[in-house]
C-alpha cells in the first residue's frame, strides 16, 4: 500500500446489474438482507435494447438471469482506480471498496505526505 490521500465522494448513486463483477457482493432493493456473492458473470446480447446477464451465486444450484439494467444495491465493489496525483499528475492505483469508501474524486500522492501518522483512517 503506498502512502497516498483519496478524497471520496459518498457513493449514492445508483448501480445496475450489468456493473457486477466477479467477486462483488449485492443485493436485491426487494431483499435487501439477503447479500448475494457473484461467481462469475456472463453477458449475452438479446438485442440492442435488451442484454440478459447470467450470474452464478453460491448456494444456487441454477444461476440467474437478470436484465442488465435491473437495480441492484451494491454491498461490496472492490475496484481499482487510477488517478492522478492533484499536484503533480503521477498516476497512482487505488483499490476502494465503492459502497463503503466512496468514489475516488481526486488524490495527492506521498510525496506531498510528509507524516504518514497523520492519515485519517476513520473507518
Ligand atoms: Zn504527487
Redesign the pocket.
Known amino acids: 500500500m503506498s502512502n497516498h490521500a483519496v478524497v471520496t465522494l459518498d457513493f449514492t448513486r445508483p448501480v445496475h446489474a450489468h456493473e457486477l463483477r466477479p467477486g462483488d457482493v449485492f443485493a436485491f432493493p426487494d431483499a435487501a438482507h439477503t447479500p448475494l456473492t457473484v461467481v462469475s458473470v456472463k453477458k449475452t446480447v438479446i438485442s440492442p435494447e435488451l442484454t440478459l446477464l447470467t450470474l452464478a451465486l453460491p448456494g444456487h444450484t441454477e444461476p440467474l438471469h437478470l436484465p442488465a439494467g435491473t437495480p441492484v444495491r451494491p454491498l461490496r465493489m472492490v475496484r481499482t482506480v487510477s488517478l492522478a ?6 498516476p497512482q492505483d487505488v483499490e476502494l471498496d465503492l459502497p463503503h469508501d466512496g468514489e475516488p474524486l481526486s488524490l ?5 505526505i510528509p507524516d504518514m501518522d497523520q492519515t485519517t483512517e476513520g473507518r
Open positions: 496525483c492533484l499536484l503533480c499528475r503521477k495527492v500522492c506521498g510525496d506531498h
